[in-house]
């Protein structure tokens, strides 16, 4: 192996078309295109190092080693880079994120692209964008999203070969905000993996499908044309339907929440008064509140009046995936 260790630097991604719902839920292969903005100041950071002398891996995420399914998944992840490389040897990982995880922040994400930008490198493999994306996707399928920078697009495609994400627009494209609203930081009950493989069960699926490409290319042209007043309407639409099919599902699954609604309906009224915000959500319970870097402080400083808000965290379209220097060991 050329190189043994490498530390690589991801951002979270919000999506504005959700995936929710795979074709194929082994290769996380997505019901439709779907498109997303990555977050620059909710990021991750993983350092792996292929060490010869441990013959198990040893995965540390944030300050505590990683147990359970957390453990087995990042094992998976590391056993298919493992796969490409040609190599047996054990790895030592370590992950931390600068946001709270599993609190509807994608930290899914960001810890898996990271992870395969870093272990790929380690393994001394250098992987093109569209691989690399893949094999994110293979982690988590908002993975795929976070290889790319700035505006990303995920094709869904037909098979696992033809299923990537690419940019649509530098982050430097439109000086867009998402303030985040953290309503809770408590890690979320029914997983994203779950509440994928139950979709096909909400009597409401197929509407969403149908609503879907319409919804997508306007989105994406709002994106082009920088128009928030024709992207905003689109991406709510989308963010209550992710929901709606979440609660429909068999059995239902509420990441809706009291707290959350407090916030959609001030966002509403801030809007009535003339501030050009809109909401999008995640499968958590905190609030997205796109709008224009002219209006972020305002908006910031409204969100964290409301008194379900225990943090903000105001984030520029993010950055492609990439390599740093500092190693975390
Ligand atoms: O990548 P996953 O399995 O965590 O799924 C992400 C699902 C949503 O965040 C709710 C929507 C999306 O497109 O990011």
Known sequence: MASQKATAEAKSNIAFIKYWGNRNNALRIPLNDNLSMNLDHAFTTTTVAFDAQINADQIVIGENEAQGAARDRVIAHLDRVRAIAKIETRARVQSQNNFPMGAGIASSASAFAALSLAATRAAGLELSERDLSMLARLGSGSACRSIPGG????????????????????????DLRDVIAIVSAEEKKVGSSDGHSIAHT????????????????????????????????????????????????????????????????????????????????????????????????????????????????????????????AHLF
């Open 151 to 174: 505006f990303v697009e995920w094709i869904a495609g037909h098979g696992g070969n033809a299923s990537y994400a690419y940019s649509l627009a530098a982050p430097a494209h439109w």
């Open 202 to 325: 909400s009597p409401f699926l197929l509407t969403r499908q149908n609503n879907l490409p319409a919804r997508f290319h306007r989105v994406r042209h709002a994106i082009r044309a920088r128009d928030l007043a024709l992207l905003g309407p689109a991406i709510e639409e989308d963010a209550v339907e992710l929901h709606l099919i979440a609660m429909t599902s068999r059995p239902p699954i509420f990441y809706w929440s009291p707290g959350m609604v407090r916030v959609i309906d001030a966002a509403r009224a801030w809007r009535a008064d003339g501030l050009a915000v809109y909401f999008t959500l995640d499968a958590g319970p905190n609030v997205h509140l796109i709008c224009e870097s002219k209006d972020a402080d305002q908006v910031a400083s409204r969100a964290r009046e409301i008194a379900d808000v225990q943090q903000v965290i105001v984030n520029a379209p993010g950055d492609a995936a990439r390599l740093i220097e």
